[in-house]
Nanobody
Framework: QVQLVESGGGLVQPGGSLRLSCAAS????????MGWYRQAPGQERELVTH???????TYADSVKGRFTISRDNAKNTVYLQMNNLKSDDTAVYYC???????????????WGQGTLVTVSS
């Protein structure tokens, strides 16, 4: 069983900052890409940012220049640094990862439970 657990969400004023963390646990042989998605009330889930195993990143246009994704050396934790937050950033943020279990060739797509970020004055 592989699990992703997000943390770091909360209430912040417009222009403020938050840092989200996502830790992978369980029996894992390797982790390929990791990313962050978000889902605002009444909206569909959308991609925020992705990072590959080699460190190549991509961002949604709405967060470019404000958000930064990173991962630790063991590739079992991914972070999302969010600066200059706006009210439109309010959403539940979900961690995503493609992982491979020992002695298996296929990769599994795993989702975290989500952490709520509320941007309001």
């Amino acid at each position: 069983q592989v699990q992703l657990v997000e943390s770091g969400g909360g209430l912040v004023q417009p222009g403020g900052s938050l840092r989200l963390s996502c830790a992978a646990s369980g029996t894992i042989a390797s982790v390929n890409s990791m990313g962050w998605y978000r889902q605002a009330p009444g909206q569909e889930r959308e991609l925020v940012t992705h990072i590959t195993d080699s460190g190549i990143t991509t961002y949604a246009d709405s967060v470019k220049g404000r958000f930064t994704i990173s991962r630790d050396n063991a590739k079992n934790t991914v972070y999302l640094q969010m600066n200059n937050l706006k009210s439109d950033d309010t959403a539940v943020y979900y961690c995503n990862a493609n992982v491979r279990r020992p002695f298996e060739y296929r990769y599994l797509e795993v989702w975290g439970q989500g952490t709520l970020v509320t941007v309001s004055s």
